[in-house]
């Protein structure tokens, strides 16, 4: 039963992503054909190849700037063995090589994956999260991230990104032409919407790969309830942090484990998946959560369309159906 029920949710997370995708591509093809029946052939090339060749850049300086801006300093095995020891038994599990593995020097509890391909992946934690879960918590949550690189998000989300960027730079170059007959009008207007959409979709993307990681950490062997509870964790970490230190990473808070910024609102929601409020999710919390409604509030799931991480009591339930 469990089995078919895991098979049935990658069947349906897989599916989400390629409908996506496709209506990512979908869009772009439009706004190219209307561009190429009013300018020719060089309009949409000039643009396609500017966005390709940032893209590019971005997926080539992405791990350095990503490094700096985390205050990553990488680790030996002497340094860090309990982290190593996870990290690798998690890599042999996902049949990977080894990521590096760094500490990131911040306060707030969280862990993070980046990389330009399933060789060159690092997973990383920072201080705040090593003070914060116990080991199986912690080894769940880097499951978590080593699903991330096991799916080669990294290079999904690079390439999805690249269609809202075109948009935006067709969008951009009409409202700023001179031109301003209706032909020119209609292409601004429809690469606005498309680029509108576009980040929808793939802040989406982004949602749905959450969920793909969280199935990935249980698949490697990490315990539902285990995840449950460290998410559970991050987000009362996350919200007792100082502001100013969320706001130095807050820019790259798409690499975290769980939005830092909406911490706080969350808060409330998930005192109706900790029955004894004793701070932790245990095995007979998560297995009751299977069967019991949750509530989640119009505003809450509005927020989440506009987040690139699911909203966390929809997430923990999706744990407990795992479990």
């Known amino acids: 039963m ?12 897989k599916l989400r992503l390629w409908i996506a995708t496709v209506i ?20 949409p090339l000039f643009f396609t190849i500017c966005a390709l060749m940032i893209v590019f850049a971005q997926y080539m300086l992405g791990p350095k700037m990503v490094e700096l801006s985390m205050k990553v300093n990488y680790v030996s095995e002497y340094e860090a063995p309990r982290l190593h020891a996870i990290v690798e038994d998690l890599a042999v599990k996902a049949n990977l090589p080894k990521p590096k593995v760094g500490i990131a020097e911040i306060n707030i509890p969280n862990a993070f994956a980046f990389g330009r391909s399933k060789g060159d992946g690092r997973i990383c ?23 991330h690189i096991r799916h080669n998000d990294m290079a999904v989300m690079t390439l999805i990104s690249v269609v809202p960027l075109i948009c935006y ?10 031109n301003r007959d209706n032909g020119s009008a209609i292409i601004g207007i429809a690469a606005l919407g498309a680029y509108l ?13 959450e969920y793909y990681a969280d199935q990935g950490s249980v698949e490697l062997g990490g315990k539902p309830h285990k995840l ?3 998410l559970y964790k991050l987000v009362y970490g996350s919200a007792a942090v100082n502001k100013d230190d969320l706001k130095e990473v807050e820019g790259l808070k798409a ?22 409020m004793d701070g932790v999710i245990s095995e007979a919390e998560l297995a009751e959560l299977r069967y019991n409604p949750t509530r989640i509030g119009t505003h809450d799931r509005v927020m989440e369309i506009l987040s690139t991480h699911p909203n966390m009591v929809k997430r923990i339930k999706r744990l407990a159906e795992l479990s």
């Open 2 to 13: 469990g089995v078919k029920m895991k098979a049935a949710g990658t069947w349906k997370l």
């Open 24 to 43: 990512l591509f979908a869009l772009l093809y439009i706004i190219v054909m209307l561009i190429s029946s009013y300018f020719g052939f060089g309009g």
């Open 125 to 147: 934690v920072t201080r705040g999260i090593l003070r914060l879960l116990d080991d199986e918590e912690l080894e769940a949550v880097l499951g978590h991230e080593m699903s």
């Open 169 to 178: 730079y067709i969008f951009f170059s009409t409202l700023f032409s001179g």
């Open 197 to 209: 959409v576009g980040q929808l979709l793939v802040l989406f993307v982004s949602r749905v790969r």
């Open 228 to 230: 449950a509870s460290a």
């Open 255 to 276: 690499f975290f484990v769980n939005d830092i910024s909406d911490a706080p609102n969350e808060i409330e929601n998930l005192r109706q998946v900790d029955a004894d």
